[in-house]
C-alpha cells in the first residue's frame, strides 16, 4: 500500500511563523516593559530559573555543551570571540557552518547589500575593535524577540508612529525586525561621507536617531534640521564632553544602547542611567580592579537559542555605579563603558613594574587642560613610548605638560612621545581615543 505523504500548505506554514513571530514580539515586550523584578534576590532566582529551562530546551541541540548539561553555570567553561569561533559549528543548535556564514556575511559587506540571508537565519558580521571577525546569527523568532524588548526598553510612545534613523556600519535583518505598522526603519549606511546623507535625513525627520557617538557629535556640527524625540548613542563610548555637545545642539538628554554581536546588553533607563539587561542576561564579573569597580562582563544569554552565547568573556571595560538608581531598578548599573582591554595602557613605574593607566584617566586629562584640542588618539606603541595625534596640532606642548603631571601623580616613568597631526577614522570604523598596541607578556 502506498503512502500518504504530508501536504505541505506554504500558506498555511507562513502563517504559522507570522503568528510564531508575534507571539515571540508580544511576550518579549511584555517581559521587559511589565515583570521588572525589584529585588535582587528575586532577580537571581529568576535567572536561575531561566538557566535551567535554557540548558534543558536549547543546550541540549548544542553539541559543544553536551558535557555539561547536568552542571550548574559555574562549571561550564568561560570562552571568547577566539574560541567561540573556532568552535561555532559544535556550538550552534542549527547545524549552521562558520564558513558558509561569513562568506554570506562578506559578501553583504562588499555589495552593501543585506538582505541575503543563511536559509531562514540573518547573519551579521563584526569587526570589532580588535580586528577579529565576529558572527552574530538569529532566526525569525529571535528577532522578533529582539524588537520586543528594544520597542518596550528604547521606543518613547511606543503606540505612536515612530521613524527610525539607523547610522552604523552594516545593517542587519535583527535591526530591520523593529519595523512594524506604527514603525518605519532607515539604515543609513556610515561608508557614505555623512554630509551626504543630511538631506535625506531632514525629509525623514526621524522621531528616533540612533547613531555611534561620534557621528552623532559631527551631525551636532552639521545641524540638520530636524527634532527627534529621543537619541540614543551606540557602538562607541560616550564621553562626557562629547555628550554634552550633543546635548546642547538637540536639546534633549542623550541616551546609550549597549549591544555587540554577543546581544543586546544595556540601555539606560528614564533617569539616564545605565543598566545590564540582567532579565534576560546573567552577567558575571571579571575584575579588572575591583577596588575601582572595573570589570569585564561574562555573558550568558538566556534567550539566544540558534547561536548560545554562554560564560562569553568580552573585552569591553566596565566600571560599576553601586549607588542605587531612581528608577528603581535591580539591574546593575553601569557608571561608563571605558572600552575595551587593548584601550588600557601599560606603563612602567619608578620600581620597574607595569602599571595599568585607564583610558578614562588619558582622556579627562586632556579633555581638561587641552581645551582647544578637537579630536585626539594616544597609542602605546612601545613599553616607553606614546604616539599622540591631535587637531589642532599646535596643542602638543598643552598635551605634554598634562600628562606629564599625570604620570608623575601615579609615579610612572616619563614615556616618549610622538606626534602627529590627527588621522580620522576609515569610513565605518569606531573612533578609539586611547589604544594599546603592545600585548602584556
Not at 538557566?51 to 553536551?66: A, E, G
Not at 523593529?178 to 535625513?201: A, G, I, K, P
Request: aromatic share 10%.
Amino acid at each position: 500500500m502506498m503512502k500518504n505523504n504530508p501536504i505541505q500548505h506554504p500558506k498555511l506554514n507562513n502563517t504559522l511563523n507570522k503568528l510564531i513571530c508575534l507571539g515571540a514580539f508580544a511576550g518579549s515586550f511584555v517581559k521587559a516593559k511589565y515583570y521588572h523584578k525589584r529585588t535582587r534576590t528575586k532577580l537571581e532566582k529568576h535567572q536561575e530559573k531561566c538557566f535551567i529551562r535554557f540548558k534543558q530546551k536549547v543546550l541540549t541541540h548544542s553539541p559543544y555543551y553536551q558535557a555539561y548539561l547536568d552542571l550548574p553555570l559555574a562549571a561550564f567553561p568561560v570562552i571568547n570571540k577566539k574560541i567561540h569561533m573556532a568552535n561555532f559549528d559544535r556550538i550552534n543548535t542549527a547545524h549552521l557552518l562558520r564558513d558558509e556564514a561569513l562568506s554570506i556575511a562578506i559578501q553583504a559587506e562588499n555589495t552593501r547589500d543585506f538582505s541575503p540571508s543563511y536559509g531562514q537565519y540573518a547573519v551579521g558580521l563584526s569587526s570589532g575593535t580588535s580586528g577579529n571577525k565576529g558572527l552574530f546569527i538569529s532566526s525569525k523568532a529571535e528577532q522578533a524577540q529582539w524588537a520586543g524588548d528594544m520597542v518596550a526598553k528604547a521606543f518613547p510612545q511606543y503606540l505612536k508612529p515612530q521613524r527610525i534613523a539607523f547610522f552604523l556600519r552594516a545593517n542587519n535583518k535583527l535591526y530591520e525586525s523593529s519595523r512594524s505598522v506604527l514603525t518605519q526603519f532607515r539604515f543609513f549606511d556610515l561608508l557614505t561621507e555623512l554630509e551626504h546623507h543630511v538631506s535625506t535625513l531632514e525629509a525623514y525627520n526621524p522621531t528616533i536617531l540612533i547613531a555611534p557617538a561620534s557621528v552623532l557629535l559631527h551631525l551636532s556640527r552639521l545641524q540638520p534640521a530636524i527634532i527627534p524625540k529621543k537619541i540614543i548613542a551606540v557602538a562607541e563610548v560616550l564621553e562626557e564632553e562629547d555628550k554634552q555637545q550633543i546635548s546642547a545642539y538637540f536639546g534633549q538628554k542623550i541616551h546609550q544602547i549597549y549591544q555587540c554581536t554577543e546581544g543586546f546588553l544595556g540601555i539606560t533607563c528614564s533617569h539616564g542611567n545605565l543598566h545590564l539587561n540582567e532579565d534576560n542576561l546573567i552577567i558575571e564579573k571579571h575584575w579588572v580592579n575591583q577596588a575601582q569597580k572595573r570589570f569585564s562582563p561574562i555573558v550568558t544569554d538566556l534567550r539566544r537559542t540558534t547561536q548560545p552565547i554562554v560564560r562569553y568573556l568580552l573585552d569591553d571595560v566596565l566600571i560599576e555605579n553601586t549607588t542605587t538608581c531612581p528608577c528603581g531598578s535591580s539591574h546593575t548599573r553601569i557608571q561608563s563603558i571605558e572600552g575595551r582591554k587593548d584601550d588600557v595602557l601599560q606603563l612602567t613605574n619608578n620600581s620597574n613594574k607595569q602599571i595599568d593607566v585607564y583610558s578614562d584617566f588619558i582622556r579627562n586629562t586632556i579633555v581638561s587642560h587641552c581645551e582647544k584640542v578637537k579630536e585626539y588618539r594616544v597609542t602605546q606603541t612601545h613599553t616607553n613610548a606614546l604616539l599622540i595625534e591631535c587637531e589642532p596640532y599646535d596643542n602638543k606642548d598643552n598635551i605634554v605638560s598634562s600628562l606629564h603631571s599625570l604620570f608623575n601623580k601615579l609615579d610612572i616613568k616619563q614615556p616618549d612621545y610622538q606626534f602627529r597631526p590627527y588621522q580620522y577614522p576609515k569610513k565605518g570604523e569606531k573612533r578609539r581615543r586611547v589604544i594599546n598596541t603592545v600585548k602584556s607578556k
